[in-house]
């Protein structure tokens, strides 16, 4: 079972328990990674491009489960802001 990533709309949330904070998640990705060494011959990623990336499970850390997890609405998501609502920002 394969399940999407949260987005700025959605959050995961285990089926079981409720957590919505706590999972380990197991990705496969696909990297260009720019490194720069220093003279010592140590390195440091300075930047990194996501070719593709598959989430292959997402257990609970919590309650243990594995790939009982489902996206739900962050609070406030399906909200308009308050620049919709005709109110000035801040008031």
Same mark, same amino acid.
């Given at each position: 079972? !394969?399940?999407?990533? $949260?987005?700025? &709309?959605?959050?995961?949330? +285990?089926? #079981? +328990? *409720?957590? #919505? ?6 990705? !496969?990705?696909?990297? =260009?990674?720019? #490194?720069?060494?220093? #003279?010592? %011959? ?7 491009? =996501?070719?593709? &990336? ?5 257990? +609970?850390?919590? +309650?243990?489960? =594995?790939?009982?997890?489902?996206? =739900?609405?962050? $609070? *406030?998501? /399906?909200? /308009? *802001? $308050? &620049?919709?609502? %005709?109110?000035? $920002? *801040?008031?």
């Amino acid at each position: 079972m !394969t399940i999407a990533a $949260p987005t700025a &709309e959605t959050r995961w949330r +285990c089926t #079981l +328990c *409720g957590n #919505l904070t706590r999972f380990d998640v197991t990705r !496969t990705a696909r990297v =260009v990674e720019y #490194l720069h060494f220093d #003279l010592a %011959g140590e390195s440091k990623v300075e930047e990194t491009e =996501v070719l593709s &990336e598959t989430l292959e499970s997402v257990r +609970c850390r919590w +309650c243990n489960a =594995v790939d009982q997890v489902e996206l =739900v609405a962050r $609070p *406030g998501a /399906d909200e /308009d *802001g $308050p &620049e919709s609502a %005709g109110e000035a $920002p *801040g008031a």
